[in-house]
């Protein structure tokens, strides 16, 4: 049974920094891709990076240079440094972990599993 377990969430202003935590377990960490996505009110649920088995990293056009994606296989965690936060950030802040094959990295589809979310809300 997988789980991830997401943590770090908060209220912060804006121009402040959050580090998201996604703890994962149930099965071999390394092989399989993992997402985080947003979601705010009213609002589809929109990637917002992934990290691959292997690292390569991508991002949602709106959050490069500002959010970092990592992963420690060690402990079997993944990571989301949000540094100049704004007020547009604000949502429900998922991760997922993929398929152990996939096409699509920035599809909802391409995610088997998904955590419980985190609430970001970033004050102007």
């Known amino acids: 049974q997988v789980q991830l377990v997401e943590s770090g969430g908060g209220l912060v202003q804006a121009g402040g920094s959050l580090r998201l935590s996604c703890a994962a377990s149930g099965r071999t960490f390394s092989l399989y891709g993992m997402g985080w996505f947003r979601q705010a009110p009213g609002k589809e649920r929109q990637f917002v990076a992934r990290i691959s088995g292997n690292s390569i990293t991508n991002y949602v056009d709106s959050v490069k240079g500002r959010f970092t994606i990592s992963r420690d296989n060690v402990k079997n965690t993944v990571y989301l440094q949000m540094n100049s936060l704004k007020p547009e950030d604000t949502a429900i802040y998922y991760c997922?972990?993929?398929?152990?094959?996939?096409?699509?990295?920035?599809?909802?589809?391409?995610?088997?599993?998904w955590g419980q979310g985190t609430q970001v809300t970033v004050s102007s």
């Open positions: 997922a972990q993929s398929y152990r094959y996939y096409g699509y990295y920035d599809r909802t589809s391409s995610y088997e599993y």
